[in-house]
Nanobody, 118 residues
Framework: QVQLVESGGGLVQAGGSLRLSCAAS????????MGWYRQAPGKLRELVAR???????NYADSVRGRFTISGDNAKNTVYLQMNSLKPENTAVYCC????????????WGQGTQVTVSS
C-alpha cells in the first residue's frame, strides 16, 4: 500500500507560480512512477506530468515548458512546479503512484485545488 498526501495548492493570479508537493509513504520501494493529474469542472481527468523511477519525465502538451515535475528521494516527495499559470489551469490536482509489474496498482492522493484568477 502507498499513501499520498498533496499540498501547495491555492489561489494565484494569472502569470504567477505555485509548487505542489506529493509526499509518499508506505511501500515506497514498489513505486514504478508518480504523476500529477488534474480535473477541471465539467472536464475529464487528464495527465499533467509523470516521473519514472529512472528519472524520465513526460508532460501534457499544454503545460510543457511551463510546468516541471521533479522528485526528492530522500523525502519521498514529488513536486510539480507550475509557472506562467493561466486561468485554464484551474483544477483539482491529484498525485498518482503506480506499482506492480504491470503497473496494475494505482494510488491516489486526496487532491489539492489550484485556482488561477485572470
Amino acid at each position: 500500500q502507498v499513501q499520498l498526501v498533496e499540498s501547495g495548492g491555492g489561489l494565484v493570479q494569472a502569470g504567477g507560480s505555485l509548487r505542489l508537493s506529493c509526499a509518499a509513504s508506505g511501500s515506497i520501494f514498489s513505486i514504478n512512477d508518480m504523476g500529477w493529474y488534474r480535473q477541471a469542472p465539467g472536464k475529464l481527468r487528464e495527465l499533467v506530468a509523470r516521473l519514472t523511477r529512472g528519472g524520465s519525465t513526460n508532460y501534457a502538451d499544454s503545460v510543457r515548458g511551463r510546468f516541471t515535475i521533479s522528485g526528492d528521494n530522500a523525502k519521498n516527495t514529488v513536486y510539480l512546479q507550475m509557472n506562467s499559470l493561466k486561468p485554464e489551469n484551474t483544477a483539482v490536482y491529484c498525485c498518482n503512484a503506480r506499482s506492480g509489474k504491470m503497473y496494475e496498482y494505482v494510488y491516489w492522493g486526496q487532491g489539492t485545488q489550484v485556482t488561477v484568477s485572470s
